[in-house]
T-cell receptor, first 115, second 113 residues
Framework: AQKITQTQPGMFVQEKEAVTLDCTYDTSDQSYGLFWYKQPSSGEMIFLIYQGSYDEQNATEGRYSLNFQKARKSANLVISASQLGDSAMYFCAMREGKYDYKLSFGAGTTVTVRA | NAGVTQTPKFQVLKTGQSMTLQCAQDMNHEYMSWYRQDPGMGLRLIHYSVGAGITDQGEVPNGYNVSRSTTEDFPLRLLSAAPSQTSVYFC????????????FGNGTRLTVT
Protein backbone atom coordinates (compact mmCIF):
# COMPACT_ATOMS: atom_id res chain seq x y z
CA ALA A 1 0.00 0.00 0.00
CA GLN A 2 1.13 3.52 -0.72
CA LYS A 3 2.46 5.18 2.40
CA ILE A 4 2.31 8.70 0.98
CA THR A 5 -0.39 9.87 -1.41
CA GLN A 6 -0.26 13.12 -3.33
CA THR A 7 -3.42 13.31 -5.42
CA GLN A 8 -2.65 16.47 -7.41
CA PRO A 9 -0.26 15.75 -10.27
CA GLY A 10 -0.18 19.40 -11.33
CA MET A 11 -1.46 22.77 -10.19
CA PHE A 12 -1.50 26.32 -11.49
CA VAL A 13 -1.44 29.31 -9.15
CA GLN A 14 -1.43 33.02 -9.77
CA GLU A 15 1.55 34.99 -8.51
CA LYS A 16 1.01 36.39 -4.99
CA GLU A 17 -1.78 33.93 -4.24
CA ALA A 18 -1.60 31.04 -1.78
CA VAL A 19 -1.60 27.40 -2.85
CA THR A 20 -2.25 24.22 -0.86
CA LEU A 21 -0.62 20.94 -1.80
CA ASP A 22 -2.32 17.84 -0.48
CA CYS A 23 -0.55 14.96 1.24
CA THR A 24 -2.10 12.02 3.04
CA TYR A 25 -0.11 9.28 4.73
CA ASP A 26 -0.59 5.81 6.06
CA THR A 27 1.20 4.49 9.12
CA SER A 28 0.45 2.49 12.24
CA ASP A 29 3.38 4.02 14.12
CA GLN A 30 2.65 6.61 16.79
CA SER A 31 6.01 8.26 16.23
CA TYR A 32 6.68 9.55 12.73
CA GLY A 33 7.84 12.63 10.88
CA LEU A 34 6.62 14.34 7.75
CA PHE A 35 8.83 16.28 5.37
CA TRP A 36 8.28 18.42 2.30
CA TYR A 37 10.87 18.86 -0.40
CA LYS A 38 11.02 21.13 -3.45
CA GLN A 39 12.59 20.07 -6.72
CA PRO A 40 13.04 22.91 -9.22
CA SER A 41 13.66 22.23 -12.88
CA SER A 42 17.40 22.20 -12.18
CA GLY A 43 16.83 18.91 -10.36
CA GLU A 44 18.18 19.38 -6.85
CA MET A 45 16.12 18.35 -3.83
CA ILE A 46 15.57 21.17 -1.34
CA PHE A 47 14.22 20.51 2.16
CA LEU A 48 11.39 22.89 3.06
CA ILE A 49 9.67 21.94 6.30
CA TYR A 50 9.27 19.22 8.92
CA GLN A 51 6.39 18.17 11.18
CA GLY A 52 6.73 15.60 13.94
CA SER A 53 3.78 13.45 14.95
CA TYR A 54 3.97 14.71 18.51
CA ASP A 55 4.29 18.37 17.57
CA GLU A 56 1.25 20.24 18.84
CA GLN A 57 1.73 23.28 16.65
CA ASN A 58 1.68 23.30 12.87
CA ALA A 59 5.16 23.84 11.48
CA THR A 60 6.00 27.08 9.70
CA GLU A 61 9.10 28.19 7.78
CA GLY A 62 8.81 31.60 6.19
CA ARG A 63 6.16 31.39 3.45
CA TYR A 64 5.73 27.65 4.00
CA SER A 65 3.36 26.22 6.55
CA LEU A 66 2.12 22.74 7.18
CA ASN A 67 -1.55 22.07 7.87
CA PHE A 68 -1.21 18.95 10.02
CA GLN A 69 -4.42 17.03 10.72
CA LYS A 70 -3.36 13.94 12.61
CA ALA A 71 -6.75 12.27 12.86
CA ARG A 72 -7.21 12.58 9.10
CA LYS A 73 -3.57 11.59 8.47
CA SER A 74 -2.98 14.59 6.29
CA ALA A 75 -0.06 17.01 6.13
CA ASN A 76 -0.84 19.61 3.52
CA LEU A 77 1.76 22.19 2.51
CA VAL A 78 0.60 25.77 2.17
CA ILE A 79 2.73 28.22 0.19
CA SER A 80 1.66 31.78 0.79
CA ALA A 81 2.25 34.74 -1.55
CA SER A 82 3.44 32.55 -4.43
CA GLN A 83 6.43 33.70 -6.43
CA LEU A 84 7.59 32.70 -9.90
CA GLY A 85 10.50 30.91 -8.28
CA ASP A 86 8.06 28.59 -6.50
CA SER A 87 7.40 26.81 -9.79
CA ALA A 88 8.73 23.31 -9.10
CA MET A 89 7.84 19.75 -8.18
CA TYR A 90 6.95 19.27 -4.51
CA PHE A 91 7.32 15.99 -2.66
CA CYS A 92 5.79 14.91 0.62
CA ALA A 93 7.76 12.27 2.55
CA MET A 94 7.42 10.33 5.78
CA ARG A 95 9.80 8.73 8.24
CA GLU A 96 8.17 6.08 10.43
CA GLY A 97 9.15 5.03 13.90
CA LYS A 98 11.70 6.43 16.30
CA TYR A 99 14.81 4.71 14.97
CA ASP A 100 14.04 4.11 11.30
CA TYR A 101 15.65 6.78 9.16
CA LYS A 102 14.26 5.76 5.78
CA LEU A 103 12.02 8.25 4.02
CA SER A 104 9.06 7.17 1.88
CA PHE A 105 8.09 9.68 -0.82
CA GLY A 106 4.88 10.52 -2.60
CA ALA A 107 4.66 10.85 -6.38
CA GLY A 108 4.91 14.63 -6.22
CA THR A 109 2.88 17.65 -7.32
CA THR A 110 4.05 20.04 -10.01
CA VAL A 111 3.27 23.67 -9.24
CA THR A 112 3.35 26.31 -11.94
CA VAL A 113 3.14 29.94 -10.85
CA ARG A 114 1.65 32.29 -13.43
CA ALA A 115 2.56 35.98 -13.60
CA ASN B 1 30.98 23.15 2.50
CA ALA B 2 30.44 20.41 -0.11
CA GLY B 3 27.55 18.47 1.54
CA VAL B 4 26.69 15.40 -0.56
CA THR B 5 28.72 14.96 -3.73
CA GLN B 6 27.64 12.60 -6.47
CA THR B 7 29.58 11.65 -9.57
CA PRO B 8 29.10 11.45 -12.49
CA LYS B 9 26.26 13.85 -13.32
CA PHE B 10 25.40 12.07 -16.56
CA GLN B 11 26.15 8.57 -17.81
CA VAL B 12 25.15 6.49 -20.80
CA LEU B 13 25.62 2.73 -20.63
CA LYS B 14 24.95 -0.12 -22.97
CA THR B 15 22.86 -3.03 -21.76
CA GLY B 16 25.00 -5.44 -19.79
CA GLN B 17 27.70 -2.96 -18.80
CA SER B 18 28.51 -2.34 -15.16
CA MET B 19 29.37 0.88 -13.42
CA THR B 20 29.64 2.54 -10.03
CA LEU B 21 27.91 5.75 -9.00
CA GLN B 22 29.97 7.55 -6.42
CA CYS B 23 28.59 9.33 -3.36
CA ALA B 24 30.52 11.13 -0.64
CA GLN B 25 29.37 13.34 2.22
CA ASP B 26 31.41 15.53 4.54
CA MET B 27 28.80 16.13 7.26
CA ASN B 28 29.67 13.07 9.35
CA HIS B 29 26.20 11.66 8.75
CA GLU B 30 25.71 8.09 9.90
CA TYR B 31 22.72 7.42 7.66
CA MET B 32 23.14 7.28 3.86
CA SER B 33 20.79 6.10 1.15
CA TRP B 34 20.28 5.78 -2.59
CA TYR B 35 17.03 6.61 -4.39
CA ARG B 36 15.93 6.44 -7.96
CA GLN B 37 13.45 8.91 -9.41
CA ASP B 38 11.16 7.94 -12.25
CA PRO B 39 8.35 10.08 -13.71
CA GLY B 40 5.10 9.75 -11.76
CA MET B 41 6.65 7.50 -9.13
CA GLY B 42 8.41 9.88 -6.79
CA LEU B 43 11.63 8.65 -5.22
CA ARG B 44 12.06 4.99 -4.43
CA LEU B 45 14.63 3.68 -1.99
CA ILE B 46 17.23 1.31 -3.44
CA HIS B 47 19.65 0.66 -0.56
CA TYR B 48 20.56 2.35 2.67
CA SER B 49 23.16 2.27 5.42
CA VAL B 50 22.99 3.23 9.09
CA GLY B 51 26.74 3.25 9.52
CA ALA B 52 30.07 1.97 8.22
CA GLY B 53 29.91 -1.75 7.55
CA ILE B 54 26.10 -1.89 7.67
CA THR B 55 23.88 -1.89 4.60
CA ASP B 56 20.33 -2.99 3.89
CA GLN B 57 17.88 -3.24 1.02
CA GLY B 58 15.20 -0.72 0.27
CA GLU B 59 12.13 -0.98 -1.91
CA VAL B 60 13.83 -1.63 -5.27
CA PRO B 61 17.23 -3.28 -4.64
CA ASN B 62 17.40 -5.76 -7.54
CA GLY B 63 20.30 -5.15 -9.90
CA TYR B 64 22.18 -2.90 -7.48
CA ASN B 65 24.89 -3.45 -4.88
CA VAL B 66 26.24 -1.12 -2.21
CA SER B 67 29.01 -1.10 0.36
CA ARG B 68 29.89 1.26 3.20
CA SER B 69 33.54 0.94 4.18
CA THR B 70 33.77 4.48 5.57
CA THR B 71 31.32 6.95 7.08
CA GLU B 72 31.88 9.33 4.16
CA ASP B 73 31.42 7.09 1.09
CA PHE B 74 28.48 5.06 -0.16
CA PRO B 75 28.94 3.88 -3.76
CA LEU B 76 26.15 2.27 -5.76
CA ARG B 77 27.09 -0.46 -8.23
CA LEU B 78 25.02 -1.49 -11.22
CA LEU B 79 26.00 -5.08 -11.89
CA SER B 80 24.65 -5.56 -15.43
CA ALA B 81 22.80 -2.50 -16.67
CA ALA B 82 19.30 -2.89 -18.11
CA PRO B 83 17.09 -0.33 -19.89
CA SER B 84 14.74 -0.47 -16.87
CA GLN B 85 17.53 1.13 -14.84
CA THR B 86 17.34 4.30 -16.90
CA SER B 87 16.54 6.85 -14.21
CA VAL B 88 17.81 9.72 -12.12
CA TYR B 89 19.70 8.52 -9.06
CA PHE B 90 20.03 10.46 -5.84
CA CYS B 91 22.30 9.85 -2.91
CA UNK B 92 21.16 11.30 0.42
CA UNK B 93 22.41 11.41 3.99
CA UNK B 94 21.25 12.52 7.41
CA UNK B 95 22.01 12.42 11.11
CA UNK B 96 20.39 9.50 12.94
CA UNK B 97 17.65 11.67 14.44
CA UNK B 98 13.96 11.49 13.60
CA UNK B 99 13.63 15.17 12.71
CA UNK B 100 16.84 15.34 10.70
CA UNK B 101 16.09 15.97 7.02
CA UNK B 102 17.81 14.08 4.25
CA UNK B 103 20.50 16.07 2.47
CA PHE B 104 20.59 15.18 -1.21
CA GLY B 105 23.30 15.14 -3.82
CA ASN B 106 22.58 16.76 -7.17
CA GLY B 107 21.70 13.49 -8.86
CA THR B 108 23.05 11.31 -11.65
CA ARG B 109 21.06 10.97 -14.86
CA LEU B 110 21.66 7.45 -16.19
CA THR B 111 20.55 6.22 -19.59
CA VAL B 112 20.86 2.54 -20.52
CA THR B 113 20.53 1.77 -24.22
Amino acid sequence: AQKITQTQPGMFVQEKEAVTLDCTYDTSDQSYGLFWYKQPSSGEMIFLIYQGSYDEQNATEGRYSLNFQKARKSANLVISASQLGDSAMYFCAMREGKYDYKLSFGAGTTVTVRA
Amino acid sequence: NAGVTQTPKFQVLKTGQSMTLQCAQDMNHEYMSWYRQDPGMGLRLIHYSVGAGITDQGEVPNGYNVSRSTTEDFPLRLLSAAPSQTSVYFCASSHPEGNSPLHFGNGTRLTVT
